[in-house]
């Protein structure tokens, strides 16, 4: 069974950083794109960022220039670090691999 595994979230001033890990279970880590989403209370699951196998990183508009989405694949493990961030990045963030989600991880973004 594949497994992923956030951890990380919790709550933050404006302005501050978090970093996000997600440990992976399987096989196919190394070789799949790694995705992270957000959901926030009433809206739909949004893609956040997301690292290819070979290391190439695509991110939404709204975060671009203050995340970085990485991967370490000897440890199986996908990262967001997040800085300067907003009270609409207030969300519950989840790491995905193909069809695989994890249970999520919540960051709140208040002062």
């Known amino acids: 069974q594949v497994q992923l595994v956030e951890s990380g979230g919790g709550l933050v001033q404006p302005g501050g950083s978090l970093r996000l890990s997600c440990a992976a279970s399987?096989?196919?880590?190394?070789?799949?794109?790694m995705r992270w989403y957000r959901q926030a209370p009433g809206k739909e699951r949004e893609l956040v960022a997301a690292i290819s196998s070979d290391g190439r990183t695509n991110y939404a508009d709204s975060v671009k220039g203050r995340f970085t989405i990485s991967r370490d694949n000897a440890k199986n493990t996908v990262y967001l670090q997040m800085n300067s961030l907003k009270p609409e990045d207030t969300a519950v963030y989840y790491c995905?691999?193909?069809?695989?989600w994890g249970q999520g991880t919540e960051v709140t973004v208040s002062s």
């Open positions: 399987g096989n196919i880590f190394s070789i799949n794109t």
């Open positions: 995905n691999q193909l069809l695989h």
